[in-house]
């Protein structure tokens, strides 16, 4: 059975840190590209960070670059996303994704994965 297992979520001030965790399980981990996405209440789910399967192309939405890292740690079949300096409006579900096929630039943030977790929320108050 394919899991994929969100962790990490909180209540947090503005200007403060996470770090999220993602544990997969039931597929190759070391053969997917990885993705945090997140969906904000009443808003579309968006792409937030891209791994792919060695690290080897790494891509982030522009409204967290700078401020959010994405690795992965094949051994442990361990997905993170750790985010700093957060805002109010970082505030959402995340989620991460697990795709096996081929992503780039023009497609990591559309939602065509394999499979996907139950999210963990983020809230950043003001």
């Known amino acids: 059975e394919v899991q994929l297992v969100e962790s990490g979520g909180g209540l947090v001030q503005s200007g403060g840190s996470l770090r999220l965790s993602c544990a997969a399980s039931?597929?190759?981990?070391?053969?997917?590209?990885m993705a945090w996405f997140r969906q904000a209440a009443g808003k579309e789910r968006e792409g937030v960070a891209f791994?792919?399967?060695?690290?080897?192309?790494?891509y982030y939405a522009g409204s967290v670059k700078g401020r959010f890292t994405v690795s992965r740690d094949n051994a442990k079949n361990m997905l993170y996303l750790q985010m700093n300096s957060l805002k109010p409006e970082d505030t959402a579900m995340y989620y991460c994704?697990?795709?096996?096929?081929?992503?780039?630039?023009?497609?990591?943030?559309?939602?065509?994965?394999?499979?996907w977790g139950q999210g963990t929320q983020v809230t950043v108050s003001s």
């Open positions: 994704a697990a795709g096996g096929k081929y992503y780039g630039l023009e497609n990591w943030f559309r939602s065509d994965y394999n499979y």
């Open positions: 039931g597929f190759s981990f070391s053969t997917y590209a």
């Open positions: 791994i792919s399967y060695r690290s080897g192309r790494i």
